[in-house]
């Protein structure tokens, strides 16, 4: 695909992304005015996809997004109330949108409709909005302002009006007069505080004063009550606030009508109002979208600051032996502050792991609609970070493994239930540091792969050859290969688009690896593991056969240091448990020392209390620090090393724990093969 | 092994070598290299190398290299990221005028050389980056 489309398809993501998060606020219960702020915002936001969409030339999406549009609209105007089922379609929605986006950025054509799944639902929805013969109710009238005034509120702003009116919201209204000079600064924070007040409804102009020079407008907003002191005006730009409309006035047999509402929500105390709502708040975060060439020159720039660091530390290293202290110590505040400047730098690419999580959860709530499958989903790591170019990537064969997990896994309630499982599904997808890897693991109850199924299809497609006998690893390694389908026919959900061939592509394009598993009538477990480029990693630096090492603290149970010499296959006490002792040095195949009398407990990361313990023989503890962790080259790559950095004095090497917990118990049994 | 482009002439391991400058990042003074616990065969350590670790081949374990005694003053970066340390740079060389041979099977360079070149009385192995890439591989593999 063209690179100069990169900002486009930025901005698509970024416009996803943001209605995602939208959509997330409306799950929890909100005050009426940041329920209809989101919807504005989610109005706004398919508004701007429709017109990106027409530019480039995607009619079909321009169409699904207008439609979108159209349900936000009602939703604006009060005609739909949001609901739990509403936001789940209008998630699903969205996500069809966005795999549809990912799908023209692989320069797949475009589908006749994008929103084909949810044809029936969002039928559904607008016909319910759809408005009665002659039931549209209009209390715009009630509004005690000049009828050529209210002729310039539009269609929405009537809806809105009657709609407050209605749920029993007064209506105020703020006359100020700006400068000519600065009036729309001004106008942009008298808004933002009538928006955190309630509602603003609508910004009409209003007659200058004869005696002032500026401009004057009419802000119409919705509020329980308006307090004149807590307005953001300066003197002389404030003239006058007014109760515009009382709900009081609205006649008995309107109120309480049903009609459609924003969500109900107990109407804020008034000495809440002046103080700003935390979500509303939290949608404000400014959100700064770079283009790919732009990052691109920042990651280079990291690279620079990167070098600079390794430079003073050679310095450094090289001036050691300098009696004096003070370009010492000016060097050392230069490297600790350019680790700051990489350490910011870093973190500046990375995001949480969760946010992939939250576009799943929509599209399984959707599957188990649609496949009549109740799915119990649990998520576990989301707080890990991935660089923010490798979560893109592997977010299409995520949902494709989803959804197989769900469309395929799982059985129907009632096979569950034949089987004396719980008619609920369940699906657990964790992610995990091992080592120099993050490790995503996609768990379900399911029926497990079919491997004689897979055989079959296997020797038929000539993948497998007659009277050879084909392991489970192997039959389900076979999923992996392009064009291998067991299914003679796509289903609705899955089967579309990505295959399994393409997910193991893109994983080990991004320099990692799928593992599958499975039982039958027990579940499968899909493993992505993927590699750590760079990290910042809190680590245990020892000293052993004159090199540094750092041991990630997350897997150090204990450190010891006593009189007692060790040695490799001794055992040690530690806190009344006897457990075997390794040295480091045999661990990685280096000359073994006569003893040492320093050892650090490891355990297996995130393993539970039975987990594997071995006390790990270092010739000398450091102490503790961060240190920013370069991977090794692929033809680097040495048993139980994760990486290295750069110190003071010389490459610090970071350990993968769980493996030299592996060569540790390796060394341990070859001690006692030889005994 | 590249096609045309023009030959570097070295001396590296204690033999005469060509390398393609089109596999040839750049030539970089040498610096101290950070031995590798537990390396793998074939690699000695890593030096930085722009901000970014760079493996160092160890001659030593490649077939046919005797062990040098003399230390090397400069490294050819190669495009698939190896640094390759050499004991002498001699200059750039027109490889059209000498005569090509295919490596003798008995040569146990062969695996990681693309022949050699006669050209009067030198006699340079050319330095084949893929064939020495897939050889390191393969030590990794027998590991």
């Known amino acids: ?675 | 092994m590249s096609e045309g482009g023009s030959w570097l002439h070295v001396r590296a391991a204690g033999m005469d070598l060509v390398l393609s400058t089109l596999d040839l990042r750049e030539v970089v003074a040498m610096v101290p290299i950070s031995p590798l616990p537990g390396r793998p065969p074939g690699i000695q350590g890593v030096v930085v190398y722009q901000g970014e670790f760079l493996p160092v081949l160890a001659w030593e374990d490649l077939p046919g290299c005797p062990l040098s005694k003399v230390p090397p003053m400069a490294m050819a970066v190669l495009r698939p990221r190896l640094a390759i340390p050499l004991e002498r740079m001699i200059g750039m060389i027109d490889l059209s005028t000498g005569a090509h041979q295919e490596a003798d099977e008995n040569d146990l360079t062969v695996t990681w050389t693309g022949g050699r070149v006669r050209m009067g009385a030198l006699d340079l192995r050319v330095l084949d980056p893929d064939r020495l890439i897939a050889l390191l591989r393969r030590f990794r593999g027998e590991r």
Request: aromatic content about 4%; proline content about 5%; some cysteine.
């Open chain 1, 1 to 675: 695909m063209d690179q100069s489309l990169d900002d486009v398809w930025a901005e698509f993501e970024d416009l996803f992304g943001q209605a995602r998060q939208t959509l997330a606020t409306l799950k929890e219960p909100q005050p009426a005015h940041v329920v209809q702020a989101s919807v504005n915002s989610l109005f706004r936001t398919t508004h701007t996809l429709k017109g990106m969409a027409g530019m480039l030339g995607f009619p079909s999406f321009s169409k699904a997004a207008h439609r979108m549009e159209d349900i936000f609209d009602l939703m604006r105007k009060g005609r739909l109330r949001s609901t739990d089922s509403l936001v789940e379609t209008l998630e699903a929605g969205i996500l069809a949108l966005e795999s549809g986006v990912a799908g023209l950025r692989r320069g797949r054509s475009e589908p006749e409709d994008y929103l084909q799944s949810l044809r029936r639902q969002l039928g559904e929805l607008e016909a319910l909005a759809r408005p009665a013969e002659g039931a549209s109710q209009d209390l715009t009238s009630l509004i005690d302002l000049p009828p050529e005034v209210l002729k310039a509120l539009s269609e929405y702003e009537h809806t809105r009006v009657t709609a407050l009116l209605m749920s029993g919201m007064p209506i105020h209204g703020v006359k100020v007069c700006l400068d000519f000079a600065t009036f729309d600064e001004r106008l942009r924070v008298f808004s933002e505080a009538l928006g955190s007040f309630g509602e603003l409804i609508s910004t009409l102009p209003w007659d200058v004063p004869g005696d002032r020079e500026g401009l004057a407008f009419l802000l119409m907003t919705a509020c329980p009550v308006l307090d004149p002191a807590q307005l953001p005006a300066l003197e002389g730009e404030l003239l006058g606030t007014d109760l515009l409309a009382d709900p009081a006035r609205v006649p008995t047999s309107l109120r309480d009508e049903g009609q459609a509402q924003p969500v109900e929500v107990p109407t804020p105390e008034p000495q809440a109002v002046v103080a700003p709502v935390a979500s509303s708040q939290a949608q404000e975060v400014e959100i700064l979208r770079l283009p790919a060439h732009r990052v691109e020159a920042l990651e280079a720039r990291l690279m620079a600051v990167g070098q600079l660091r390794d430079e003073a530390s050679l310095l450094l290293r090289r001036t050691h032996q300098a009696h004096d202290d003070r370009p010492m110590a000016l060097m050392g505040h230069i490297e600790d502050g350019l680790l700051d400047v990489q350490k910011s730098l870093l973190q500046m690419r990375m995001v949480k792991v969760e946010s992939l999580f939250s576009r799943i959860e929509p599209m399984v709530k959707s599957l188990s609609r649609d496949t009549g499958k109740p799915v119990k989903l649990t998520f576990q790591g989301g707080d890990l970070e991935l660089e923010r170019s490798i979560l893109g990537k592997l977010t299409e064969p995520f949902l494709h493994m989803v959804r197989n997990a769900v469309d395929h896994g799982l059985e129907t309630p009632s096979e569950r239930a034949a089987l004396g499982k719980s008619e609920t599904g369940s699906l657990r997808i964790s992610a995990a540091q091992r080592g120099r890897n993050l490790r995503f693991d996609i768990r379900d109850d399911g029926r497990g792969f079919n491997l004689e199924r897979i055989e079959i299809r296997g020797l038929e497609l000539g993948l497998l050859k007659a009277g050879e006998v084909h392991t489970p690893e192997r039959l389900h390694r076979l999923t992996l290969e392009p064009g291998f389908s067991t299914q003679d026919t796509a289903s609705q959900l899955s089967g579309r688009g990505v295959g399994m061939d393409v997910v193991r592509a893109e994983i080990e394009a991004l320099g990692g690896e799928v593992h599958l598993s499975s039982e039958a009538r027990r579940g499968s477990l899909i493993r992505l593991s993927l590699p750590l480029s760079r990290a910042v990693v809190s680590c245990l630096k020892v000293r052993s056969a004159g090199q540094g090492f750092g041991i990630p603290l997350g897997s150090v149970v204990r450190v010891q240091a006593g009189r007692a010499v060790c040695r490799g296959g001794d055992q040690v006490l530690v806190l009344g448990r006897s457990l075997p002792l390794e040295s480091l040095q045999a661990c990685l195949g280096l000359p073994e020392p006569d003893g040492q009398r320093a050892f650090v407990v490891l355990s297996q990361q995130g393993a539970a209390a039975r987990s594997v313990e071995v006390a790990l023989g270092v010739d000398e503890i450091v102490g503790r620090g961060e240190v920013l962790l370069r991977s090794l080259p692929e033809l680097a790559h040495a048993a139980g090393i994760m990486g290295g950095s750069l110190q003071e004095e010389g490459i610090l090497w970071v350990l993968d724990p769980d493996a030299i917990l592996g060569l540790a118990m390796d060394s341990l049994m070859r001690r006692v093969a030889r005994v």
